[in-house]
């Protein structure tokens, strides 16, 4: 059983930047797929952005392109997602993801799939003041 736990979220201002990590509980969490999710009050669990399991391939959802960063260090078992530039609607907890059955992430539409992912974190709040 992969336990991930989330950390680096945080209130700041419009304009800030933040820096989430996703520290997985083993190793094999290096082969893993791996993505980000975000939910804000009242609406639905939306994704952010993903990466294969050696950062090869990555994917963002466009509102976050060219702000935010994902990255990986399998060494530590961590994933990143680097925030710039915050904006008050990237106010939301974040959620990191793992697919245990998959290392490549497929197509985009595939990556964005919340229900490929077996194994979640419980969240971090972020939240952006304007």
């Known amino acids: 059983q992969v336990q991930l736990v989330e950390s680096g979220g945080g209130l700041v201002p419009a304009g800030d930047s933040l820096r989430l990590s996703c520290a997985a509980s083993e190793e094999t969490s290096s082969t893993f797929a791996m993505a980000w999710f975000r939910q804000a009050p009242g609406k639905e669990r939306e994704f952010v952005s993903a990466i294969n399991w050696n950062g090869g391939n990555i994917y963002y959802t466009d509102s976050v392109k060219g702000r935010f960063t994902i990255s990986r260090d399998n060494a530590k078992n961590t994933l990143y997602l680097q925030m710039n530039n915050l904006k008050p609607e990237d106010t939301a907890v974040y959620f990191c993801?793992?697919?245990?059955?998959?290392?490549?992430?497929?197509?985009?539409?595939?990556?964005?799939?919340?229900?490929?992912?077996?194994?979640w974190g419980q969240g971090t709040q972020v939240t952006v003041s304007s």
């Open positions: 993801a793992a697919d245990s059955r998959s290392s490549d992430l497929g197509t985009y539409y595939r990556a964005i799939n919340y229900g490929r992912y077996d194994y």
